[in-house]
């Protein structure tokens, strides 16, 4: 004890420098004590009180690093320094730091050894495009032993500083660690967030390695996910924002420190770091996704509202919910079959008995205007045709490295696989399954891959492709002595952990993936081993899992397309930065917890900074038993996520909302809401793929001057125009809901529909028979002020939907207000935005010497045929207008007076069409009218 206490007091006295806001962790790996953290080289202290999750055994940071040599040939060596070295790993004495600027003040900061080293930029190919930017980035060098540097603003602030010290390079492990700021930060994922911001008033490391593991909200879970983001912005004390991207595919991890601090952490690649100027949040994630690649283009039908659950069991029980949903007036769009649908769940089969009539059933949906997405597992078994022609082909999978490695029990179970090294693992079917290599350097698997899309497409005409266990998931690879072995030669995979082959599946420093499980937990638990052969056989899994799901969903979108010759919608569970490109996301296997729907609307706004805004939840909760308020709640705020999806997991009673009629009667009238207001969403989603704006984003990114925006985590922007306050508690009527002074905002709510509501935060009524409180925004800069497309009214699918006339809503601020219309077939394949087909039309309405709404179709087509419009809405209207005044590019036009209205106290104004009226021709049409008393 006495030893213990002088030890501990030798190393504050000697490293008490060090605050307590800001310390590296020297031992989270395992418990520590004062010999095992001196062991390190560390500093012990488990007397001094700080933040909650202080390390008790730190780092010497101030003294750790690299020394800088700025001398004649120095150039930008770094070389270790004389503090102590790493923990995990030999330090590598030499290593190089390279600084460039990609343009429009993106700055790269890369540092690595100059030997050959994997990296992933080859594999990503990113198109790396930079967009204006009024802003400049620069590097100081703020220390040279240890060398440091402090990337700042061209006005001399300083976004990202190194001097806080700890820089580590070795084989497996790298370090760096900074102080930021400010504590405004937003993003790093997959992880579940208790808020949108992060917080830090405590120290939190997240783990970031894709893994098969389901969200938990309950409370602070800081579990990696399915995907790995390793992209966050920070927004600034002066409220300008920008964002770091760390391009690294490796298991990783980053801790918040309270100082405001961050120490990323990551086991192989290179430190190459990204930073984004701004200065809005909008501008650093268009930046960003100019650099990662813009997301894809869902269908229209896509964003319809979609019916699935795991466990149907038959197709004459999901024909019955199918129905049942649709017999309550629900719009449905979509129907799903998950891997209940297969033979023995084995990819591109079909249950023969139980799910016979598949196909003829998917025609009849087809020819309801409604779709199908159907769920496809990467593994194949590794027993059947399909794994035959692969064989064939050639095609390419994850490998031992070695036949000596090779689980004999496993592999002389299969003639198929029995000449090869392919690692053989356990998922759904019934026998071992193999895992094609997506990252293959020939194009045999991609090959493959289509051809069995296509075969399979021949028996079964469905529209979607869902992406699950890409992870890739595996089951039964705990091999801790008390993991059971399943029966029947279901032997799992086992790991090598130690001896001369550990290296990838036991490294030195296995992240926060591995910590946050306990004890037996390792890297390549739940999945394939690290060592495992990838990019066929050049590259180990140890580099490349966290891409196995992006490069699955690259595949399978480009195959989607030549399968159906239709636009690929393809979602995907485990993603990486720029899988949006690709796929949409899912938020994975979510519990019916309210908890769960709380995290998914901050989710969401996360996914859409991530690049994939085609995303949402499991609405009603995939495991648990859901409940009539959690579900009907769920449908009200899940309806403005454009993945629109009921999902239930296999063994819990039916939740679709005809289950309940309260939840029949609120997600339809959700459904109609969405389903009107569609051109605007699909506006939005061709905004995110042409300019890389968000679908659904936090409000600061529209207010990130108003500091009350800037910790709101489960109100959300439906587009720069909406905003959605949904009910996430059990037993709420109300809402809060806060309202920006900022602008003038007007209610979509129908009890007080177009009326003005108050700025500040306020408690709205939202009972379970209302739509989630949603406001529309008149921004006084006339250029933002609101005209949103819209249907003139719902539609029972978004086939029916499309040939319906649009409404345009005009919301002025000081009598003016802008708006786009995107508008195309829906469906058809974008190669590129330059040659595609579709109508673009900037709309503009002003009340200035007369009234008038201007259509400037400023990209025609004659393929295209825009619906025509029939209706005007226009809010905050000052007086009553002359219906006999309307006309269109000066030829009179006669009103529908019966179904038009004006009222002084709403100054609600909706005028109606006798005629509906083209509005498709390249060129301006101009609608201009009178009121009653031109003052
Ligand atoms: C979520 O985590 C809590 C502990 O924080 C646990 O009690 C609960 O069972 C977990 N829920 C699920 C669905 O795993
Ligand atoms: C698989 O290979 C092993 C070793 O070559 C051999 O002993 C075994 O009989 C083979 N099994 C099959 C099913 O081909
Ligand atoms: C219509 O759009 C074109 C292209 O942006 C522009 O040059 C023209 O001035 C616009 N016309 C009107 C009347 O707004």
């Known amino acids: ?38 062991a390190r080289g560390c500093v012990y202290d488990e007397t001094t009180v700080g933040p909650i999750g202080t390390p008790k055994c730190y780092m010497r940071a101030d003294e750790i690093g690299y020394t800088a040599n700025f001398g004649p040939g120095g150039g930008e060596i770094l070389t270790k320094n004389k503090g102590p070295s790493s923990p995990w790993g030999d330090d590598i004495s030499s290593i190089r730091y390279r600084i460039s600027g990609l343009g429009n003040g993106v700055l790269n900061v890369r540092i690595g050894t100059e030997e050959r080293r994997y990296d992933p930029a080859p594999i990503l190919n ?54 930021l700021p400010s504590d405004k930060m937003y993003g ?80 192989g690649g290179f430190l190459d770091m990204y930073f984004f100027p701004g200065p809005t949040p909008g501008q650093v994630i268009a930046q960003y996704h100019a650099f990662i690649g813009r997301p894809f283009m869902p269908s229209y039908w896509a964003l319809g509202y979609q019916l699935c659950r795991w466990g149907y069991k038959s197709l004459d029980d999901l024909k019955s919910r199918v129905n049942a949903v649709m017999a309550a007036g629900i719009p449905l769009d979509v129907v799903y079959a998950d891997i209940d649908y297969m033979d023995r769940r ?26 199908s997405i159907l769920i496809f597992d990467p593994a194949v078994q590794a027993d059947y045709d399909v794994f035959q022609r692969a064989k064939d082909k050639k095609v390419s999978f994850i490998e031992w490295e070695r036949a000596d490695q090779v689980q004999p029990e496993i592999q002389s179970q299969y003639p198929m696989a029995n000449d090869t090294k392919i690692m053989l693992g ?48 595996v089951f039964y690879t705990r091999n801790t002595p008390n993991d059971e072995i399943p029966s029947n030669g279901r032997y799992p995979v086992i790991c090598p952990k130690t001896g001369p082959d550990a290296k990838w599946d036991s490294p030195p420093y296995q992240t926060h993936a591995v910590f946050y499980y306990g004890e037996d937990a390792f890297l390549g638990q739940d999945s394939l081993c690290l060592t495992g052969l990838s990019q066929r056989g050049t590259n180990r899994m140890y580099n490349t899992r966290n891409l196995y799901g992006w490069s699955e969903s690259r595949s399978t979108s480009a195959v989607m397309e030549k399968t159906t010759g239709r636009r690929a919608n393809v979602i995907s569970r485990s993603t990486f930065a720029s899988s949006g490109r690709y796929a949409g996301h899912w938020l994975g296997d979510n519990s019916a917890t309210w908890s769960d729907l709380r995290t998914s609307i901050s989710e969401a706004m996360e996914f859409n900074m991530f690049g994939l805004p ?107 125009s909406i905003t959605v306050a949904p009910v996430y508690t059990q037993g709420a009527t109300s809402v809060e809901a806060y309202i920006p002074a900022a602008d003038t905002y007007f209610s979509l709510n129908d009890h007080n529909y177009g009326s003005k509501v108050t700025t500040g935060l306020n408690i709205y009524d939202a009972p379970t028979t209302s739509n989630a409180p949603t406001f529309v925004r008149a921004k006084l800069d006339i250029s933002a002020a609101s005209i949103i497309p819209r249907h003139q009214s719902s539609a029972i699918t978004t086939t029916a939907l499309r040939a319906l006339p649009f409404s345009y809503l005009v919301v002025p601020g000081n009598g003016a207000a802008s708006g786009t219309l995107f508008w195309d077939d829906g469906d058809s394949i974008v190669e590129s935005w330059k040659d595609a087909d579709y109508v673009l039309a900037d709309l503009t309405y002003s009340s200035v010497g007369g009234n008038s709404l201007v259509v400037n179709v400023t990209r025609g087509t004659t393929t295209i045929i825009v619906p025509t419009l029939a209706e005007l809405e226009i809010f905050d209207y000052p007086s009553a207008p002359d219906y006999s005044s309307f006309t269109l590019n000066g030829a009179k036009i006669s009103v529908n007076t019966q179904a038009s209205k004006y009222s002084a106290i709403t100054k609600v104004f909706t005028v109606a069409f006798s005629q509906r009226i083209p509005l498709n021709k390249e060129g301006v049409s101009t609608i201009r009218w009178n009121n009653v008393n031109k003052s």
């Open 346 to 371: 084995k990819d591109f089969t079909t249950d023969p008995e139980k799910w016979s009539g598949f196909n003829e059933y998917i025609d009849q949906l087809h020819s309801k205007g409604m779709s």
């Open 1 to 38: 004890m006495k030893v213990f206490l002088l030890l501990s007091l030798l190393a504050v006295g000697a490293h008490g420098a060090i605050p307590i806001d800001r310390r590296i962790d020297c031992q989270p790996d395992s418990e520590s004590t004062a010999e095992s953290c001196l």
């Open 614 to 720: 085609y995303v949402g939840s499991d609405v009603c909760g995939f495991k648990g038993v859901s409940n009539e308020e959690l579900c009907l709640r769920w449908h009200q705020m899940a309806a403005f996520h454009s993945f629109y999806r009921n999902h239930n997991a296999i063994a819990y009673p039916s939740q679709d909302p005809a289950v309940w009629p309260s939840v029949a009667a609120a997600t339809k009238k959700a459904n109609e809401f969405r389903y009107r207001y569609l051109p605007y969403l699909y506006n939005l989603h061709y905004r995110s793929s042409t300019l890389g704006d968000t679908v659904v984003r936090p409000l600061f990114f529209e207010y990130p001057l108003d500091e009350a925006t800037h910790e709101i985590s489960y109100q959300f922007m439906w587009g720069p």
């Open 188 to 267: 790093w994922g997959e992880n579940i967030h208790q808020s949108l911001k992060h917080d830090f008033t405590r120290y939190t490391s997240w783990g970031m390695f894709a893994r098969g593991d389901a969200p938990n909200s309950t409370d602070l879970h800081t579990a990696n996910l399915y995907g790995v983001h390793p992209f966050y912005l920070l927004l600034e004390p002066s409220g300008k924002a920008h964002g770091v991207f760390f391009l690294n595919t490796n298991a990783q991890d980053v801790t918040t420190l309270p100082a405001p601090g961050l120490v990323y952490r990551t086991t």
């Open 126 to 179: 990113l198109p790396r495009e930079t967009l204006p930017s009024d802003e400049t980035l620069q590097v100081d060098i703020a220390g040279t032993d240890p060398f440091a540097i402090a990337v700042k603003r061209g006005d001399g602030s300083t976004l990202f500083d190194t001097s806080i010290g700890g820089l580590i390079f070795t084989d497996q492990f790298i370090q760096i660690a900074a102080l």
């Open 426 to 473: 356990l998922v759904w079917p019934d026998r071992h399954v193999a895992f094609p290599d997506f990252l293959d350097t020939t194009t045999a698997t991609d090959e493959w891959w289509e051809d069995e899309f296509k075969r399979y497409y021949q028996q079964v005409k469905f529209d979607g492709a869902w992406i699950d266990m890409n992870e890739p998931q």
